[in-house]
């Protein structure tokens, strides 16, 4: 009667909700990140190529609480070039949409650093950068995906929403699962759509595999629901 009861009074009590919340908003945050990063990456496909010369380039490093180098933080490649769009300068320090700092300091450049370092060469170099005709204030040099951090971002952030939402939202764990589930066919129809964005792109840029393990989940969606509308 008691275990009835406190069923009744609801299965998630607040301090599950103050526990899981903040993970479920990172989750859906890094998700947000990652569909950001990709719509950015889209949107250049129709910048136009300008010559641009490197001004300065340095290294970004993680800073302490004094602001100083922290040692050993991770660092990221930077650099500050000027461009000429319509007759008007402009100067940008946007090397990529990629910011991370992935490697330690005083470690070898990683393969997106020294994609960089290759096209922005020394200070006084020129190269060509890929200018916003719309906006020509943007730009940037290398707009290409940066597969580590989206894969990185997307991983993290379904783990998180999955978890954290059958905390918050799943079922009674004491009811026996139910052989078929609408709810779980719409949400693989969700997570399959949003997948199904990375999938030509992770094609174009040769990583078949990936291709195929991201299109999974729509094709599991379309199974679900061809299996749920024989059912009835």
């Known amino acids: ?125 020129t190269f060509y950068a890929w200018v916003n005709p719309r906006a020509p204030s943007e730009a940037v040099v290398l707009r290409d995906l940066r597969w580590l951090e989206i894969g990185a971002m997307v991983g993290v952030g379904l783990l998180l929403v999955w978890l954290s939402a059958a905390f918050l939202f799943g079922a009674d764990p004491h009811q026996t699962a139910p052989a078929f589930s609408w709810r779980a066919v719409g949400i693989m129809w969700v997570v399959g759509l949003l997948l199904a964005v990375l999938c030509p792109l992770l094609w174009r840029d040769g990583h078949p595999v990936w291709a195929g393990i991201t299109g999974i989940p729509l094709m599991l969606a379309v199974y679900g629901t061809a299996y749920g509308l024989l059912r009835t």
Not at 28 to 55: E, F, N, Y
Not at 81 to 94: C, H, I, P, T, V
């Open 1 to 125: 009667m008691a275990t009835t009861k406190r069923r009744t009074q609801g299965r998630h009590p607040l301090m599950i909700w103050l526990f899981f919340l903040p993970f479920l908003l990172f989750g859906i945050a890094l998700l947000g990140l990652a569909a950001m990063k990709v719509t950015q990456h889209l949107d250049a496909q129709s910048w136009q190529p300008v010559r641009a010369t490197l001004l300065e380039r340095g290294v970004a490093t993680e800073k302490n609480a004094s602001g100083s180098d922290r040692i050993g933080g991770a660092a990221r490649i930077s650099g500050a070039y000027a461009y000429q769009w319509q007759g008007k300068r402009y100067e940008s320090n946007r090397l990529s949409f990629f910011s991370a700092k992935t490697r330690s300091t005083g470690i070898d450049l990683d393969d997106w650093d020294a994609r960089l370092a290759t096209l922005i060469g020394a200070p006084g170099n």
